[in-house]
């Protein structure tokens, strides 16, 4: 079964960085558009960056030139590095695939950005 396990998150300053990691299993990694949403409180969740089969990579206007997606086919990891990070960038940040009509999703990891 498809699993997707997120890791990186935490509490940093305005400014910072951090380094989102998506574990994947349970599907061929390589054959699949990678994504990362987030989802800030009260707010509905929002695609943020994608990543093709052919490590093409689209961007939300709202974090181009600030995150970077990336993934590592041999290792079945899809990672999102963040910077410089702003308080509109709180929120809970989801990995997913999408599988035909059906989309999977990690548990998420929380991105707080406050001082």
């Known amino acids: 079964q498809v699993q997707l396990v997120e890791s990186g998150g935490g509490l940093v300053q305005p400014g910072g960085s951090l380094r989102l990691s998506c574990a994947a299993s349970g599907f061929t990694f390589s054959a699949y558009t990678m994504y990362w949403y987030r989802q800030a409180p009260g707010k509905e969740r929002e695609l943020v960056a994608s990543?093709?089969?052919?490590?093409?990579?689209d961007y939300a206007d709202s974090v181009k030139g600030r995150f970077t997606i990336s993934r590592e086919n041999g290792r079945n990891t899809v990672s999102l590095q963040m910077n410089p990070l702003k308080a509109a960038d709180t929120g809970v940040y989801y990995c997913?695939?999408?599988?035909?009509?059906?989309?999977?999703w990690g548990q998420g990891t929380q991105v707080t950005v406050s001082s």
């Open positions: 990543i093709s089969t052919g490590s093409t990579t």
């Open positions: 997913n695939i999408r599988r035909g009509s059906l989309d999977f």
